[in-house]
């Protein structure tokens, strides 16, 4: 049951078109999701496993959001996410405030436009900077080159 429509469009086919024009159906449906209409029961959706996976991971970060903006109102909102996405505390304070606002502000940019990977990737970012952190990759200076070093081509 769905409670509110969302205003989307989605190109449609037929479950007939599945047999018929398999290699068609499954090349549109990896460029984006296709509604496929039945006669005997309701229409579904087909889309790649990926972009399900990243549905699945948008909604959870979407929940640990909303849990984050509404719990213990006191703690500023980088130490509210520090509670369901721990290494964020690897960051400087500095960077956990900037995380805060870029997470929240990407994510109602790619919420209203209904484009998920977007957010996806900035969380990758933050957490991939987390984990260089956590690695020792920030504690030194990197050596630097008296000489420029020609680098062939892979």
């Given at each position: 049951?769905?409670?509110?429509?969302?205003?989307?469009?989605?190109?449609?086919?037929?479950?007939?078109?599945?047999?018929?024009?398999?290699?068609?159906?499954?090349?549109?449906?990896?460029?984006?999701?296709?509604?496929?209409?039945?006669?005997?029961?309701?229409?579904?959706?087909?889309t790649t496993k990926e972009r399900s996976d990243?549905?699945?991971?948008?909604?959870?970060?979407?929940?640990?959001?909303?849990?984050?903006?509404?719990?213990?109102?006191?703690?500023?909102?980088?130490?509210?996410?520090?509670?369901?996405?721990?290494?964020?505390?690897?960051?400087?304070?500095?960077?956990?405030?900037?995380?805060?606002?870029?997470i929240v502000d990407v994510a109602r940019g790619?919420f209203s436009l209904r484009q998920p990977r977007?957010?996806?990737?900035?969380?990758?970012?933050?957490?991939?900077?987390?984990?260089?952190?956590?690695?020792?990759?920030?504690?030194?200076?990197?050596?630097?080159?008296?000489?420029?070093?020609?680098?062939?081509?892979?």
């Amino acid at each position: 049951m769905t409670l509110l429509a969302p205003c989307r469009s989605r190109r449609s086919v037929q479950s007939s078109d599945l047999s018929r024009h398999a290699k068609d159906v499954f090349a549109a449906a990896e460029q984006e999701p296709l509604e496929v209409t039945r006669r005997d029961g309701k229409p579904l959706v087909l889309t790649t496993k990926e972009r399900s996976d990243d549905d699945e991971a948008v909604l959870e970060i979407a929940a640990q959001l909303l849990a984050a903006v509404t719990v213990n109102e006191q703690l500023p909102l980088h130490d509210r996410l520090a509670i369901p996405y721990p290494w964020l505390k690897l960051l400087s304070r500095a960077d956990q405030q900037r995380f805060a606002k870029e997470i929240v502000d990407v994510a109602r940019g790619s919420f209203s436009l209904r484009q998920p990977r977007r957010l996806l990737l900035e969380m990758q970012a933050w957490r991939n900077s987390a984990e260089a952190i956590a690695a020792g990759w920030d504690s030194t200076e990197p050596d630097m080159l008296e000489n420029p070093a020609p680098v062939e081509k892979p």
